[in-house]
């Protein structure tokens, strides 16, 4: 929010920074403090490549967002990096502060670690791009060339939809591969009940003629469809 105060004004003007609410300077600092206190925590309570792998995540999130980088205005740099930090690392960084937490050494990399870490970067893959679907008119007026922007919100909306489903039957292919780690039952029914309810949002934006409130509807479902697959997680 700091550097897209413009943009911000446009499309998200409830935003705290955007709307005078939270001072630019205070929130600043808040972020360097914040910055700063993770560091020490990692630092002092973790292994070397955790410490890594935080590092890693906040330069990536810095040269997202800040000049003169700003790698958010090359739409598959930005990708790639959410994707990246969102998918690998907080899922791998996590992985491995959780065993070190409880005193397990070393690395385990089983079915249901792989899967989570797949179904994650590819979520967070497909929520990089969506999430400009309805924030075309601010970023285009301030030049920012999201694949929305550039390609269409109805193509990018359908390629992510596509991506989606190709996740659901590799997730249902991965659960009869590993079936004796994972529970292909479980694992086939709620990806089949994913898939249709996808379906089903994406039937109702396209009625809709692709309009930004459909879109940002079809927006919040992506998330719901995220948040559901952490439910069959125990289940891996």
């Known amino acids: 929010q700091l550097y897209d105060i413009n943009i911000d004004v446009v499309k998200k003007p409830y935003l705290p920074v955007a709307s005078g609410e939270l001072p630019r300077r205070f929130a600043s600092l808040l972020c360097f403090a914040l910055a700063a206190i993770g560091l020490s925590i990692v630092s002092r309570n973790f292994e070397r490549h955790i410490l890594v792998l ?9 040269a997202y967002s800040v000049p003169p980088v700003r790698l958010k205005y090359n ?3 930005a990708a790639l990096i ?4 969102r998918g690998v690392l907080l899922n791998i960084g996590v992985y491995f502060a959780t065993r070190a937490a409880i005193g397990i050494k070393g690395v385990e990399w089983t079915p249901g670690i ?3 870490t797949v179904f994650a970067t590819t979520f967070a893959l497909v929520i990089a791009v969506v999430k400009d679907l309805p924030d075309t008119e601010g970023d285009s007026v301030n030049g920012v060339p ?3 922007v550039v390609r269409g919100v109805q193509t ?13 039957v590799g997730g249902i292919a991965a659960a009869l591969t590993w079936s004796q780690s994972l529970q292909p039952m479980w694992v086939a029914a709620a990806h089949i009940t994913f898939a249709a309810v996808l379906l089903w949002r994406a039937s109702i934006m396209d009625k809709g003629k692709y309009t930004t409130p459909e879109v940002k509807t079809f927006y919040r479902w992506i998330w719901n469809l995220f ?8 289940f891996l």
Not at 82 to 85: K, Q
């Open 54 to 62: 935080y590092g890693l995540g906040l330069t990536l999130g810095t």
């Open 75 to 77: 739409p598959v740099a």
């Open 82 to 85: 959410i994707a990246a930090v």
């Open 114 to 116: 792989i899967f989570t």
């Open 146 to 148: 999201t694949f929305a």
């Open 156 to 168: 990018v909306a359908r390629g992510a939809i596509l991506v989606m489903l190709a996740y659901y």
């Open 227 to 234: 948040y559901a697959e952490y439910l069959i997680l125990p």
